[in-house]
């Protein structure tokens, strides 16, 4: 009926990943092969051992060094567009309402790109924007970019306007200036970021990871972090006390005691502790062997403790106390966001009515049977709701029950396939935004014989009808639909309602047309 987050898969032995090594001991190796090697006394791998960079690796610095000259490079060039720009377009209509204002040269606008690429340098650094290491949406990257720039222009104008009061410029140029920055600043960073996620696909500039802890949560990581090798990260080994020798083809190390010479010995860069059922104590010992050794440390958490919460502090008579506020939508922010439901289900209808029309035709000649399909899914407050869908199966599909919904699931009509991959059969659903009974965004609904069985199992799982179901959501751009791990798909709509803002929704909203428009939805079948 559902996934477990892992499946269990068979521990295989592989060779040890040899350790990074410095030029010198590199050529000693070349001399005498096996020398300065020493087995733990466990009797597992063992290797070299290596000295730690005191510096940033020499990739990372370089990555980080071009994307000044990237940031400096576009700024300038966006002040030259813009005025050349406004050279162009400066009409006898302008030149009469601002006179005494005439462009030069670009030469004499120099203060101008001068003192917004030092404001540029300081603020960008400041929010770490050359410590980009691991792959940020392009959503993201647009609306961080487009934000520091405009806070950039306002202080550069606030900063020539204090010191230098006798010049002047054209509003049309600052204008221009502004937009062609914003602009151009997210091509330049977007065309590096690709060459540096490629580059770190490849094994440069990446980090080398331990990861701590090899049961279930420690294979999700694992999984996670070798299907995606832009992350930068490369696991050299596990800690674990299994008496298998690695997992998923990635040595078992040692354990917990051995922690300090497994860093040492493999140059670790990062820590990944993935040990959410730990105590605190034994969680509080790892981190501070961990943090003797001068690694970078992250900790996969007890998600569903806090999740979709916000926690603040108070006091009993002096002792501290955790307080725990449910975040579900209120007041102004619940108005937002009916009024973009309200707005956008209106206008998808409109807009989209021919082609729905069209569907429903072509739904009525492919196979006998109703066009909508109609069946009773949980929303908000747990409360039920009759969920509208284009008919992609079947008449007889759920004759001996309802099943979920599989690849290449033999039920589907030949058209049924088609607007299913697509995500076609869900546009109806706009009625049911309409109507207030889903959203736009939000968690996609279950039925309710499998919410019970959910509810059972998943912790925190009820945590999802404190909002609307939507026609989208965080779990399902993230391909995280069909077929996938429930549990999983729990923790993404958690997150999406701790975290909900109007721009995550936009977000959400321009990623689901795009993955439709492109053909790229994961699991939709």
Excluded at 193 to 210: C, E, F, M, S, Y
Excluded at 368 to 382: C, I, K, N, Q, S
Aim: one cysteine or more; a neutral charge; proline letters at 6%.
């Amino acid at each position: 009926m559902w996934k477990t987050p892992v499946q269990p898969t068979p521990d295989l032995e592989e060779p040890l990943p040899e350790p990074r090594q410095s030029a010198t001991a590199a050529e000693e190796d070349l001399t005498a092969a096996g020398e300065g090697t020493f087995s733990s006394p466990n009797g597992r791998y063992s290797a070299p051992r290596g000295q730690r960079p005191g510096v940033p690796k020499r990739a990372q610095l370089l990555f980080a060094l071009s994307l000044v000259v990237v940031d400096l490079g576009c700024t300038w060039l966006a002040f030259f567009l813009a005025h050349r720009l406004t050279e162009m377009n400066l009409t006898p209509r302008l030149m009469e309402l601002q006179p005494d204002i005439i462009v030069g040269p670009f030469l004499e606008f120099l203060p101008l790109p001068l003192t917004q690429s030092l404001v540029l340098l300081s603020l960008f650094s400041s929010q770490r924007m050359y410590q980009r290491r691991r792959p940020l949406g392009h959503l993201d990257e647009i609306f961080r970019t487009a934000k520091l720039t405009t806070l950039c222009t306002l202080l550069t104008v606030a900063l020539v306007s204090l010191f230098l009061r006798d010049f002047v410029y054209h509003r049309t140029f600052l204008g221009y200036a502004w937009l062609l920055n914003i602009v151009i600043l997210t091509v330049g960073r977007t065309l590096h970021a690709q060459i540096q996620w490629n580059a770190q696909a490849r094994g440069i500039g990446g980090d080398r990871v331990l990861l701590i802890g090899g049961g279930d949560s420690g294979r999700m990581i694992l999984q996670r972090v070798q299907a995606n090798p832009k992350l930068g990260f490369q696991v050299i080994g596990i800690v674990d006390n299994s008496s298998t020798r690695s997992i998923l083809n990635v040595p078992i190390l040692g354990s917990v005691a051995d922690i300090p010479r497994i860093i040492d010995e493999f140059e670790v860069d990062e820590v990944i502790i993935a040990l959410p059922e730990s105590t605190h104590q034994e969680l509080i010992g790892i981190i501070s062997l961990c943090e003797r050794e001068k690694v970078g440390i992250r900790v996969l958490p007890d998600a569903f403790g806090i999740m979709a919460s916000e926690v603040t502090i108070g006091y009993l008579g002096g002792l501290p106390l955790v307080t725990v506020r449910d975040v579900a939508l209120q007041g102004w922010r619940l108005t937002l966001k009916r009024g973009m439901d309200l707005v956008g289900s209106a206008i998808g209808l409109v807009v989209l009515s021919p082609f729905l029309m069209l569907v429903a035709l072509l739904i009525k000649l492919d196979s006998p049977g109703p066009v909508f399909y109609t069946h009773e899914r949980m929303g908000l407050d747990a409360k039920s709701f009759k969920i509208l869908k284009f008919r992609s199966m079947r008449e007889d599909a759920e004759r001996s029950g309802p099943g979920w919904t599989v690849e290449n699931d033999p039920r589907r009509t030949k058209l049924g396939a088609f607007i299913r991959r697509a995500n076609i059969d869900e546009l109806p659903q706009l009625i049911n935004v309409l109507f207030g009974e889903m959203s736009l965004v939000g968690p996609r609904p279950e039925r309710p014989v499998y919410v019970e069985q959910f509810r059972q199992m998943i912790p925190r799982y009820m945590d999802r009808h404190r909002e609307k179901a939507g026609m989208t959501g965080w779990a399902a751009v993230n391909g995280l639909r069909g077929d996938t791990s429930i549990e999983e798909r729990t923790k993404y709509d958690l997150w999406y309602i701790e975290n909900w803002s109007l721009a995550l929704d936009i977000k959400i909203i321009i990623r689901t047309l795009g993955q439709w428009l492109l053909g790229t939805n994961k699991n939709a079948y």
